[in-house]
């Protein structure tokens, strides 16, 4: 009796103790690392927001000048953007080309996704889903030469096919295009993104209970009808969420692929603004215009997201938020 006391003594005793930041950060690692992604998003998206400020200064980098004894200019930067007939033509070129994006990408992603799932034969599934994958994990770099020498018109691929079908009779110089270069821009997200983007909707069609695949067999349903009768229907929330975030990210085209695939002939319809922005912030050293542009660029992209997330409700009922 007297040994079970005195255990139970130093329990009470420690029990009020308090730990060292150390050991308490020991015993909760599994918190701390759940919390991991959370400190991430914090520290890169939300915490450099105060450099928005630059956006109502005439701001110039200076060792003698601290930031907030900047010129203060208020909505100045903004009255000069948009007066400016290249910022019309950049918002231009990037609604065409992400509108375009968005309605080939959530096509053939959805498309893509379909047919992996309809395949029977495991090792050729798995050798699909894997070539599919592939190309997102290859640098814009790699891809843009790569879709260079495929557009060519010396020993191009796709000249090749047009010229020996008979469809052109001389080759063509697609990347200098002003007008294909949103299409290529789009085709070419397409073929680098849909195999991974695919990935969301083939993990929505694991979960559909197979019993309803079996009793539309037994109603003599193919395999086109199951489609459009369970598979479609059953991913339909997700294939709506992915919508309404694609639609948020209408603006934002993608930096890389465009600056790299751009050239001195499609500058016109190339110029997103991205590329604008990037012009005025770090060619020109006018940051304080190149903040007040991704502030612009911020707002649409929340107002598109709350408005497509309304449009949703409206529908069934159901949205993202």
């Known amino acids: 009796m007297i040994v079970h006391s005195t255990q139970a003594e130093a329990a009470i005793r420690g029990v009020g103790k308090p730990r060292g930041f150390w050991a308490t950060l020991w015993k909760q690692r599994q918190l701390v690392v759940l919390s ?67 309605i080939c990408s959530y096509f053939f992603t959805l498309l893509l996704a379909v047919l992996v799932n309809e395949i029977r034969v495991s090792w050729f599934k798995r050798s699909v889903q894997t070539i599919s994958y592939l190309p997102h994990f290859v640098s ?68 559909i209970d197979p019993s309803l695949y079996e009793s539309a067999d037994m ?40 600056y790299i695939l751009m050239t001195p002939s499609t500058i016109d319809t190339a110029t997103t603004l991205e590329v604008y922005i990037y012009t005025f912030a770090m060619k020109l050293a006018l940051y304080s215009k190149g903040a007040a542009m991704s502030i612009f660029n911020s707002v649409v992209s929340v107002v598109l997201i709350v408005l497509s997330n309304t449009f949703a409700k409206l529908l069934d009922g159901e949205g993202i938020m």
């Open 36 to 102: 991991l992604p959370v400190l991430f998003v914090l520290v890169f998206s939300y915490f450099p927001l105060w450099g928005w400020l630059i956006a109502f200064q005439n701001y110039r980098p200076s060792n003698k000048i601290g930031f907030f004894q900047q010129e203060w200019v208020g909505l100045r930067q903004f009255a000069e953007l948009f007066a400016d007939p290249k910022f019309f033509r950049a918002l231009r070129n990037s609604l065409g080309i992400g509108a375009l994006k968005i």
């Open 140 to 207: 814009w770099v790699v891809a843009a030469n790569l879709i260079f020498v495929s557009l060519s018109p010396e020993g191009g691929i796709l000249n090749e096919i047009l010229q020996r079908l008979g469809i052109t009779s001389s080759p063509i110089a697609f990347m200098g295009l002003p007008n294909a270069f949103w299409l290529i821009a789009a085709l070419s997200e397409v073929w680098k993104s849909a195999g991974y983007g695919a990935i969301v909707y083939l993990a929505v069609m694991t979960s």
């Open 219 to 258: 109603d003599g349903a193919g395999r086109i009808r199951k489609i459009f009768a369970i598979t479609l229907p059953s991913i339909t929330p997700t294939i709506k969420i992915m919508l309404v975030l694609s639609i948020g990210r209408l603006l934002s085209v993608g930096f890389e692929q465009i």
